[in-house]
């Protein structure tokens, strides 16, 4: 079998795939070498130490570890300290080795090659597996600001507590952006917590920030009209995407691509006070990026089977029309861990053996 087809089938084990593509192969011969994809294909996504990557491969273990450090230079793995030990693991496609290239910019000719086959990638394969399983692996967290006292919320429904429950946070560009460059929203609010954040950080490709910074980050966000977007679990938060509906992964799921999983809508749905509005039409032309909102006889009206409950048209409203309730039956429930997330995920979707299989590596 070809090393790069190995490697594949091998990232594509993961709850987040990696479909076969013409583009994905050439996106893999972009990022390793035959020698670094033949050394990735014997790794795990849960990290391990050279000695344990060396005994898999064959390769010397002096050797190998420079190449490891090659490899997690350019993002094509990732490393983390534990012990005072330097561990290595694989990426999944998303997040990571989409992402993480693209986190200082999309400067070289090489990052533009690279996102315009990703962007192929996205509409050939990759964007309808990532949304393919019942379960969502993403879900939309509400803007603080849309939300008030009688709005009965979970802490994980809030970015204040994703914020403030996070060790390390780090700031990066935003990937999707950088790399498919259809808007000009801000780039500069990719928020990664904890290890991937100290990896990100430990290889130049994000800057260290504070909780006080990454409140300044979402409220910056928000008034671009960006929505918040994190993994589908309640236990901790990974990351929190700032999307726009043009060029983020998880939103042109349902914009661009129509999957009814794409993501989980947030707890809230967005209502109108009808004796505010004025018809102004800034939530339906300016805040929703779902076009879930209309304008019908000078009042705002809204379509609640399309309404994800980012809470942007309430914070956009000028004269206080909109505002959020509760769902009544969430479409998509929250996972308790990123563990169950993923093992609901690779169930639904028919991977969970060929997964349990790798992580024994």
Known sequence: MDIYEELRQVLDAHPTGAPQSKYFDEILRMMFTPEEAAIAAKMCFSPRSVEQISAATGVDAQELEKK?????????????????????????????????????????????????????????AMGAVFGSSKTPLMRVVAVQKSLNAQNQAHPYEEVAHLIKNAETIALAECACRVSVGKCHKPTDNCLIFDSPARFLISRGYAREIDQEQAMAVLDAAEEAGLV?????????????????????????????????????????????????????????DDRCPVKAITIQDDLAVIAEARCIGCGLCVSGCPTGTMAMKNRVAPSHPVCPSSRDLGMKVLQEKGKLGKFLEIMKR
């Not at 977007?229 to 349902?254: E, F, K, Y």
């Not at 129509?258 to 039409?281: M, Y």
Request: proline share 4%; glycine share 8%; charged share 20%.
């Open 228 to 284: 918040h977007t994190s993994n589908n679990s309640s236990d901790r938060a990974n990351m929190i995407c700032n999307c726009c509906p043009c060029c983020c992964t998880v939103l042109r799921g349902r914009t661009q691509l129509e999957l009814p999983h794409a993501f989980a809508t947030s707890a809230f749905l967005a209502e109108v006070l009808p004796d505010n509005c004025n018809g102004c039409g800034i939530c339906a």
């Open 68 to 124: 490891l450090e090659v490899m997690a230079d350019k993002m094509a793995i990732f490393s983390t300290d534990k012990d005072g030990k330097r561990l290595y693991g694989l990426m999944p496609t998303i997040p990571g080795l989409f992402e993480f290239a693209f986190m200082k910019g999309a400067g070289t000719a090489e990052l533009k090659k690279l996102g315009k086959l990703w962007e192929e990638y996205h509409h050939d």
